[in-house]
């Protein structure tokens, strides 16, 4: 996201990047998009506020479906 404002920065556009996305830590940035048969399309501020629901909401759901299409993870093993 940093990289996407820098270059939004240096093209002369100061508004932040339209998709939909919250920082989770220092390291790692949730970004909500669909992954379709030959792409993945982003979901934009656009797309977002026509749903009238909370990024909360949206989060939960979003939760919710990644542990639906994940196969069950185990970890096996001490801690690496």
Do not use: A, C, H, W
């Amino acid at each position: 996201m940093d990289e996407l404002r820098q270059i939004r920065k240096e093209n002369g556009s100061p508004k932040e990047p339209l998709i939909v996305y919250e920082r989770y830590n220092d390291q790692l940035v949730i970004v909500y998009g669909e992954d379709t048969e030959k792409s993945i399309s982003y979901f934009t501020q656009d797309d977002f506020s026509k749903l009238n629901i909370s990024k909360d909401t949206l989060l939960d759901f979003s939760i919710n479906n990644l542990r639906r299409i994940l196969p069950d993870i185990q970890k096996i093993g001490g801690n690496l």
